[in-house]
C-alpha cells in the first residue's frame, strides 16, 4: 500500500467513525464526491451506493475532507521540509503523521519551522547549549563557574552574566517548543482559564453599546458566540481591552500551577543545590514571556473559530427556514415599496410573476394624497385581479400597511389579502445586472416592488437573485471568515432547492443555477433555449441544450420539472434513470401511469422488495412508490399570515401584558426577534420561551413562525421590546426573565450594523447592549412556520398549549 493510499484509508477510516457509519459508506461518498456528484444528488439518487446517507451527514463528510485532505497536505510538507534539514529521524516522522490536527502537527513542526534568528540560536552559535545541557542535567552545577568557562568575547559572550542568559534563552525556546507539554498546557487553560474584559479609559460614553463588558469575565468554556463576537469586534472597535487569563482565580496563583508542569517536564525542582534557583527562574520567564503568550494567541484563534463557527450554523440554519417558507403561490400579486416623501412604488405581477402595471402613489407626509392612492391601488386590484397585495418592511411600512387595511376595507368585494414582507437584499436585487437584464424597463426603484411581490409569491425562487449574506439573518456576519460563510450559505441554498426542484421552464436563471449540476453558464444556456425554442416538452430534451452532457444530465434531471410535458413522470422527482423501475410498477398493476399516480390505495399495495434488482434496492423503489403517491409535492407548508393588533403601529403603543400575534424574523443562540407591526422587533430571550429548559431556540421556533407573544417590557428611549413566549410570565420591570447571570446581556448587542439597509436604520449597533445580532429586517407575513412553530416535543407542546400557531 503506498503512502498515498494508506493517508486515504485513514481519512476514510476517521470519518467513519466520526460520523458513526461503515467505512465503506464513506468511501463511496467520497469517490462520487470526487467524480463531481453533488450533495443532493448523492444524497436524493445514490442511497444504495453510500447505504443512505443524508444530506446533512453529506455535508458534514464534505466538510471533515476537506480538513483532513488538507491536513494531509500539510503533513507532507512537514515531512520534506524536516527532511531536508536532515533532521528527519524515524521517532520524529512517526509522532508527525500520528498527529491528529492541524494544531497538533504545528506543535511539532515549531522547533523545526525556519525562523529569524532568535536569541537561543544565536546562543547556540555562540557555543553555549552545551552549559544550557549541564546545568539542566546536573543542577548540582553552580551557575557562575559553569559559565565562566564559557566566556568568550570573540563570540559575543562578554562575561558569566552573557553566557548565563544565552543559556536560559536556549532552555526557553526548548520548553516553549515542546510539542507535547504545550499541547497539554492549551487544553488546561482552555479548561481552567477565562476571557476578561475592560473598557479602555476615556472610552466609557463612545463604546456605551459595549457597556456590558466594561468589567466582564467568563470561562472559555461557557462563552456563547455571540459574546465572544461581541467582544471582539469592542476590541477592534478600541473600546475594550480583552485578555486572556489561564484560571479563574489570582493571576500568580493561576501561573503557579502551570509553571509546575514545565518544571516537572523537564525535572525542574527546588532540592537545595546551586542551579535550582536559576533553573525555576527560567521556567517561570518560559511561561510568562513564552508559553502564556503562545497559549493566548492560540486560545483566541479557538474561540474566534468556535464563535464563527456557531454564528455560521446558525446563519445557515435560520437561512434554510427563511428559504422553505410558505409560499403564497400563483396568485396575482401587487407589490408595495413603502416611502413617505419619494412615495410608495407600486408594481403588479400576474401569476406567473410577470409586471404588468406600475405606479407611484403618494398617500404619506408630505403629500398626503391617502384617497387618491386607494382609488389607484383598487384600480390595478380590479384591472390585474390581485389577490394579494405584499408590503415591504421598510421605511414608513407601517403606514402602507394601513394604507392597504383602508383599501382592503373600502372594497371588501375584491376580496385582498394583505401580508407584510422583508425588504432585506431588496436594495442589492434592484441594482444587481441581473435585474437590469430581467426589468431593463424600470427604474431600480420599482424593480424593488416587483422583488417584493414576487417574495410572497415565492420566496426561494426570488431570494436565490441575491447574495445570501445580503438577507442578513445570523449574528454579526461582518466579523465572520468570508470563505467559511460563504461556504455554509451556498450549500444550504444548494440544498433548500434541490429539495424543493424547479420548473424548467419558469425558473430564472439564477435558480437553475442552484440546481445539482448547473452552473452559471449552463443556466443561461437553459434560458436561451427555452426562449427560442419555446418550453421543454420533455427531460429528454433538455439533451439538446448545447453544453449539457450526460454528466450534467446526470446531475440535473431529477430536480427539474416539467408540469403538463409529454410523459407525467417529467414533474416528479423520480430520476429519468429509474423510469424502467416505473414501467416494472405498471406491468404489475395493468393500468397505465396516469391511472397509477395519485392511487394510493394500489400503491401502498405494492410490496417495495418486489422492485428491487441489481441496480435499483430498496431506499430507491421506496422513494419512486411515495412520490407516485403525491408527485412533484412542495414540502414547504402551507401559506398563510399573522394579523397585528389594531392601533398598535409604534414602539410607544405597546404596554406591559399585552397580548400580540407576530412573525419570528430571525433565531440567535439567546432568543428570537418577533416582528409585532411597530418598526422594532421584540426579543423573546431563550429564559422566556418556555417553562423548561431549552437548550436550542430553535427547538421552538424558526424564523417565519406565526406566534403568540406577551409583552413583558418596553424601553421606548433604547427601543427595546421584551417579550415572552410564556403567555402567563408575569410583566413589569422586576419580572423580566433572567438573563443568565454576569455578562448575560451581552448577547442583545448588534443590532444596527445591517439595519439601514431598506430605510430602517438607528438600532443599537455593535457589541454590548443592543438587541440582537448583525440584522437585517426580514420577512413578517410573507414566511408562514416551516414545521409550525418548531420541531421537537418541546414545539408540540406549545402547539398545545397554543403558544404557537399552526
Given at each position: ?54 444530506d ?43 498527529a ?17 534568528r ?7 552559535e ?26 568568550d ?18 532552555l ?13 498546557l ?17 472610552k ?38 480583552l485578555?486572556?487569563e ?26 537545595g ?5 536559576w ?41 434554510r ?49 391617502w384617497d ?5 391601488l ?14 415591504g418592511?421598510?421605511t ?38 441581473f ?24 420566496p426561494l425562487?426570488?431570494?436565490v ?20 460563510l ?8 444548494e440544498?433548500c ?18 440546481v ?10 437553459i434560458?436561451?433555449?427555452?426562449d427560442?425554442?419555446g418550453?421543454f ?6 439533451k439538446e ?10 446531475q440535473?434531471?431529477g ?20 423510469y ?8 404489475t ?24 434488482d441489481?441496480t435499483?434496492?430498496l ?5 419512486i ?33 399585552m ?5 419570528v ?6 432568543g ?25 431556540p430553535?427547538?421552538v421556533?424558526?424564523?417565519g413562525?406565526?406566534v ?49 439597509e ?10 454590548g ?6 440584522r ?19 414545539a408540540?407542546?406549545l ?8
Open positions: 500500500m503506498t503512502t498515498a493510499t494508506a493517508a486515504t484509508t485513514a481519512i476514510h477510516r476517521r470519518i467513519a467513525e466520526e460520523l458513526g457509519v461503515r467505512e465503506g459508506q464513506v468511501t463511496a461518498a467520497v469517490d462520487l464526491l470526487d467524480g463531481g456528484a453533488t450533495v443532493p444528488f448523492i444524497a436524493r439518487y445514490r442511497k444504495e451506493a453510500t447505504g443512505t446517507l443524508d446533512t451527514q453529506l455535508r458534514t463528510l464534505e466538510e471533515r475532507l476537506r480538513y483532513l485532505r488538507e491536513l494531509e497536505e500539510r503533513r507532507t510538507a512537514v515531512l520534506d521540509s524536516i527532511r531536508a534539514q536532515g533532521k528527519l529521524d524515524e521517532a520524529l516522522e512517526a509522532q508527525i503523521l500520528a491528529d490536527s492541524k494544531a497538533r502537527l504545528e506543535d511539532i513542526y515549531l522547533p523545526f519551522k525556519p525562523k529569524r532568535t536569541k537561543a540560536q544565536i546562543a547556540r555562540a557555543g553555549l547549549e552545551p552549559l544550557a545541557d549541564r546545568l539542566l542535567t546536573d543542577p548540582s552545577n553552580d551557575p557562575q563557574a559553569a559559565a565562566a568557562s564559557f566566556v568575547e570573540d563570540k559575543g559572550v562578554a562575561d558569566a552574566a552573557a553566557a548565563l542568559e544565552g543559556a536560559r534563552a536556549i526557553v525556546e526548548r520548553f516553549a517548543e515542546d510539542a507535547d507539554l504545550v499541547g497539554e492549551r487544553e488546561r487553560m482552555w479548561e481552567r482559564g477565562r476571557l476578561v474584559a475592560k473598557v479602555r479609559e476615556g466609557e460614553e463612545a463604546g456605551a453599546k459595549f457597556a456590558d463588558y466594561f468589567d466582564f469575565a467568563e470561562p472559555f468554556t461557557k462563552l456563547p458566540s455571540h459574546r465572544i463576537l461581541a467582544m471582539f469586534r469592542g476590541e477592534k472597535e478600541e473600546v475594550l481591552d485578555t486572556l489561564p484560571t479563574e482565580s489570582d493571576e500568580d496563583e493561576a501561573a503557579t500551577g502551570y509553571e509546575i508542569r514545565i518544571a516537572s517536564r523537564f525535572g525542574v525542582a527546588d532540592h543545590r546551586p542551579a535550582d534557583r533553573l525555576g527562574d527560567t521556567v517561570r520567564w518560559a511561561w510568562r514571556t513564552r508559553v502564556l503568550v503562545r497559549l493566548g494567541l492560540d486560545l483566541r484563534t479557538r474561540l474566534r473559530q468556535e464563535a464563527e463557527d456557531e454564528a455560521v450554523r446558525v446563519f445557515a440554519a435560520n437561512l427556514d427563511l428559504l422553505l417558507a410558505a409560499p403564497a403561490g400563483t396568485r396575482a400579486t401587487m407589490g408595495l415599496d413603502p416611502g413617505f416623501r419619494t412615495g410608495v412604488k407600486v408594481a403588479v405581477v400576474d401569476d406567473t410573476g410577470k409586471v404588468v402595471a406600475t405606479e407611484t402613489v403618494y398617500p404619506h407626509v408630505p403629500q398626503r394624497r387618491e392612492s386607494i382609488a389607484v383598487e384600480r390595478l386590484a380590479r384591472e390585474h385581479r390581485v389577490d394579494l397585495i405584499a408590503i418592511n421598510g414608513a411600512s407601517r403606514e402602507t400597511d394601513k394604507l392597504a387595511a383602508d383599501l382592503i376595507k373600502a372594497h371588501p368585494q375584491l376580496k385582498l389579502t394583505k401580508a407584510v414582507v422583508s425588504e432585506a437584499g431588496a436594495s442589492v436585487y434592484s441594482a444587481s445586472a435585474a437590469s437584464q430581467e426589468l431593463p424597463e424600470l427604474d431600480v426603484s420599482l424593480r424593488g416592488a416587483v422583488s417584493i411581490a414576487r417574495r410572497l409569491q415565492d425562487a426570488e431570494l437573485k441575491i447574495d445570501p449574506k445580503s438577507i442578513g439573518v445570523g449574528q454579526y456576519q461582518h466579523d465572520l471568515s468570508e470563505l467559511k460563504s461556504r455554509s450559505l451556498d450549500a444550504v441554498v440544498d432547492v434541490n429539495g424543493v426542484g424547479v420548473d424548467v421552464n419558469t425558473a430564472s436563471a439564477p435558480l437553475l443555477t442552484r445539482s449540476g448547473i452552473g452559471a453558464g449552463l443556466a443561461e444556456n434560458v436561451r433555449h427555452r427560442t425554442n418550453p416538452r420533455s427531460r429528454k430534451a433538455l441544450v448545447p453544453r449539457l452532457g450526460a454528466k450534467a444530465f446526470e440535473c434531471a430536480f427539474l420539472r416539467i408540469p403538463d410535458g409529454d410523459d407525467p413522470l417529467d414533474a416528479s422527482s423520480v430520476h429519468p434513470e429509474a424502467p423501475v416505473v414501467r416494472r410498477i405498471l406491468l398493476t395493468g393500468g397505465g401511469l396516469k391511472e397509477l399516480i395519485g392511487n394510493d390505495r394500489v400503491l401502498k399495495s405494492l410490496k417495495p422488495t418486489d422492485f428491487v441489481t435499483f434496492g431506499p430507491t423503489v421506496t422513494d412508490l411515495k412520490e407516485l403517491e403525491k408527485p412533484g409535492r412542495d414540502p414547504r407548508p402551507a401559506f398563510r399570515t399573522a394579523e397585528f393588533k389594531e392601533g398598535v403601529d409604534k414602539i410607544g403603543d405597546l404596554e406591559p401584558g397580548l400580540l400575534e407576530g412573525v424574523t430571525n433565531v440567535a443562540a439567546f428570537a426577534f418577533v416582528d409585532v407591526g411597530v418598526h422594532q422587533d421584540g426579543l423573546v430571550h431563550v429564559s422566556a420561551m418556555a417553562k423548561t429548559f431549552v437548550k436550542d430553535r427547538d421556533v424558526k424564523p413562525d406565526i403568540r407573544v406577551k409583552v413583558l417590557d418596553v424601553d421606548v428611549p433604547r427601543k427595546r421590546i421584551s417579550l415572552t413566549l410564556r403567555l402567563d410570565e408575569e410583566t413589569g420591570r422586576g419580572d423580566r426573565p433572567d438573563r443568565g447571570g454576569r455578562g448575560g446581556r451581552g448577547e442583545r448587542g448588534g443590532r444596527g450594523e445591517q439595519r439601514g431598506r430605510g430602517r436604520g438607528g438600532g443599537n449597533g455593535g457589541g447592549s443592543g438587541s440582537g445580532g448583525n437585517t429586517p426580514r420577512p413578517r407575513g410573507s414566511n408562514s412556520n416551516t414545521g409550525s412553530g418548531g420541531g421537537g416535543a418541546l408540540d407542546a402547539r398545545r398549549a397554543g403558544l404557537v400557531k399552526d
